[in-house]
């Protein structure tokens, strides 16, 4: 009710509005006008400053001592300034800038920062540039939020080197990922796709906490990921990385795209890694990190023209992985052993169509994919198929002014997907036509978007999925930001539980598939600062998830059997966090966040925090790089609280419940070196060398009755050095 009554307020309270200006750059080109990215738009009595976003779009405050000259400037074409005054007050421009015609060279400095929350969208969305994923290895996207405060990666084992990814404390499957805005990672990709993808691919990472926009789909629960992977006309000609850890990881990456003609452009990603080290730190008999090798390919390719463009491009990729006990190998299996294979191919194509209005346009984008996955885990054994359809079509336009915007669409999805899990096995069919309202508004100091979509599942029947989202500027630096809504999903528990395959407990599957219904809730509050005449930044969230149904894995109701059940109205996610950013020197940036995690069910007849999330998270994460631009250096530390594990029989026969595994740090660093077209870089991985003590219980008996690798809370492997090397020629 509270939520309903500050929308009314907001709402309310929009006609209020202080003046702001808003307004789209452009750049004239020899067939028409393009969007300029990265303008600087910039008052200059007052000295405020903004960007415009790729779609050349921005939007300044006003300041109260009118008239002031507003700057327009990007790198490349020439200036142009506008006297406004307080007539000016909530007009919309439109700039148009012409290249720079004479010989003399100028040169435009500009430093945006690579960690940032939008101020332009409605939602709350955090982006991660391509600077950001260069503090890190960033070996494949597992590996890609090691600098982020919002996005957990854990291991879900201590056998098969399986990660997933966390938000809101919970588990990755009600994250929506996307690459590009097409779903990506779901069904048999779940479990392993993370580390699927080279993090060398990719450009940017867009992060959105709650539900999402309809537009994206009905899967979003607790958040959205969408990665943006390098365009064919913007990528480098010519991209090399390498690298090499202590442990016997070795990657190689070459990226390439190329220009054909005024209209087509083409780029070729690709990727090949091997980890061939039989690590056994910890003298259990078992890999520490699973050994294996992963091939990887990209082709896309990219139309532009004056009324339609177009993308489309084939993604394949080939994992597999060898864990277990180190005498156990392919050609000579002895003892236990765990492996993993997955291939997969993806095609995909997305076309756009303008109109001779301003901003009507319709898309159409279409997905086709083929997994395959088999493994072992001692003498248990997964298999699993899907093919996958999808196709979602967008109709965008504008009621009368840009202040009004709608999207129409609609959407379908096809799966068939056969999982068999040791003795359970499942085939099913999926049909899910869908369509879609978005309502989009944007005035000087609130924006607000309300979208719903109906969806017919073949077998559980339709499902009615409303959102909202509104900003509010509270003042001309501080954003208040609300949402709420509806997510669905219909559970996959075989592989997204395949490594509770790792054990010697029984499955007991659910009666029957429901799907997961949860409502999301949040607001967040977003302010720019100066302190010291420096520029900083504090970001405050908070999120509310409820399980309308939920298919939870109770590994507390029997000692030698895990749990599926569905569960009604008795569970929950509660996110808190806070993050500072702030530049207290040039060149030099600090951030700290402070995370809390609330997440309970119903697991063996009592409410309890969930297993393997720790309820608390400190971060800190300093960067400098020097004036000349020939060192960066980085340096991450992270801090996770305790979390609860699950329930275990203790070798004197007590049955320990509630335990909790203790605090733990995780350093991570890393020195780049630039030196014309090469960097040079060296890393470490848990600095602090802090490692589980005996991850693996019984581990000398992998085929009794007590065996467990799953009981995993901390890191298994100790301190890690790297070291690589990247080579690009631009484009």
């Not at 979003?220 to 390098?230: P, R, Y």
């Not at 509270?474 to 996959?492: E, F, I, M, S």
């Not at 000398?700 to 007590?706: I, V």
């Amino acid at each position: 009710m509270k939520f309903y009554l500050l929308m009314m307020i907001l709402f309310g309270i929009s006609s209020i509005s202080t003046a702001q200006i808003k307004g789209v750059v452009l750049r004239q080109d020899s067939t028409k006008n393009t969007p300029i990215e990265n303008a600087k738009i910039r008052l200059s009595h007052s000295n405020q400053g903004v960007f415009s976003n790729k779609e050349g779009q921005f939007e300044i405050v006003l300041p109260k001592q009118l008239p002031d000259t507003l700057i327009i400037s990007a790198m490349g074409y020439l200036s142009d300034s506008i006297i406004v005054t307080k007539n000016d007050r909530f007009i919309a421009l439109t700039i148009l800038l012409f290249p720079i015609s004479t010989k003399t060279e100028i040169v435009y400095q500009m430093r945006k920062n690579s960690h940032q929350i939008s101020k332009m969208k409605t939602l709350h969305v955090e982006e991660i540039g391509s600077g950001e994923l260069r503090k890190a290895a960033c070996c494949n996207l597992s590996e890609s939020f090691e600098t982020n405060a919002s996005v957990d990666v854990n291991i879900t084992d201590a056998v098969s080197g399986a990660k997933k990814i966390q938000m809101m404390g919970l588990d990755g499957v009600y994250t929506q990922i996307q690459m590009e805005n097409i779903p990506y990672l779901r069904g048999l990709e779940s479990s392993f796709g993370l580390q699927s993808i080279p993090g060398t691919w990719i450009e940017s990472i867009q992060i959105t906490k709650g539900t999402g926009n309809v537009v994206n789909g009905y899967e979003s629960m607790a958040g959205l990921v969408n990665l943006e992977i390098k365009k064919p006309n913007e990528m480098e000609k010519f991209y090399f990385n390498a690298y090499q850890n202590r442990f016997g990881r070795s990657e190689i990456n070459v990226n390439g795209g190329r220009k054909i003609n005024q209209k087509w452009s083409t780029g070729i990603l690709g990727h090949a890694s091997s980890m061939f080290g039989n690590i056994d730190h910890n003298m259990d008999g078992f890999r520490d990190i699973p050994m294996g090798d992963n091939l990887a390919i990209m082709n896309r390719w990219a139309f532009q023209g004056k009324k339609m463009e177009a993308q489309f491009g084939v993604n394949a990729y080939q994992d597999r992985k060898l864990g277990g006990q180190n005498t156990y190998f392919r050609d000579s299996p002895v003892g236990y052993g765990v492996s993993m294979n997955a291939r997969h191919v993806d095609l995909y194509a997305k076309t756009g169509f303008f109109s001779k209005k301003p901003l009507r346009s319709f898309g159409v984008v279409y997905n086709l994919k083929f997994q395959e996955m088999s493994g072992i885990f001692g003498n248990r054994a997964f298999e699993g198929k899907e093919k996958r359809a999808y196709v979602n079509a967008i109709y965008d336009d504008i009621l009368g002014t840009s202040d009004h915007k709608i999207k129409l669409g609609a959407s379908f999805v096809g799966l068939m997907i056969e999982q068999k899990a040791d003795q359970l096995q499942q085939v099913r069919t999926e049909i899910v036509p869908g369509i879609f309202g978005e309502y989009s508004y944007t005035g000087s100091r609130l924006s607000a978007v309300l979208g719903a979509r109906y969806d017919q599942h073949l077998t559980y029947g339709g499902q009615f999925s409303p959102r909202i989202h509104a900003k509010y500027a509270l003042t001309q630096r501080t954003d208040l930001r609300v949402t709420a809504g509806k997510g669905w999903r219909v559970p996959n528990f075989m592989i997204d539980n395949v490594s509770l395959l790792a054990n010697s407990k029984t499955w007991m599957s659910p009666t029957e598939i429901k799907p997961e219904i949860s409502w999301n809730a949040g607001a967040s509050l977003v302010k720019d600062f100066t302190l010291f005449e420096k520029t900083g930044n504090l970001s405050l969230d908070f999120y509310h998830t409820l399980f309308q149904n939920q298919l939870i894995v109770d590994r507390d109701a029997a000692l030698d059997a895990i749990v599926f059940q569905n569960l009604t109205n008795s569970s929950y996610s509660n996110s808190f966090q806070v993050e500072w950013s702030y530049a207290p020197m040039k060149n030099f940036d600090l951030r700290l966040a402070y995370k809390h995690l609330d997440v309970k069910a119903l697991y063996d007849g009592v409410m309890r925090q969930q297993v393997m999330i720790p309820k608390n998270r400190g971060f800190i994460n300093v960067a400098y790089r020097t004036r000349n631009k020939r060192w960066e250096f980085d340096a991450t530390c992270t801090v996770y609280g305790s979390s609860r594990l699950p329930v275990i029989l203790q070798s004197s026969g007590i049955v320990q419940h509630d335990e909790q595994s203790p605090i733990y740090p995780m350093v991570n660093a890393q020195i780049t070196h630039v030196y014309k077209k090469w960097n040079f870089y060296v890393g470490g991985e848990n600095l602090a060398n802090f490692k589980q003590a005996n991850p693996i219980i019984d581990a000398l008996n992998p085929f009794g009755s007590q065996f467990d690798a799953n009981r995993v809370w901390g890191p298994i492997m100790g301190w890690n050095v790297y070291a690589g090397v990247r080579y690009a020629i631009k484009g």
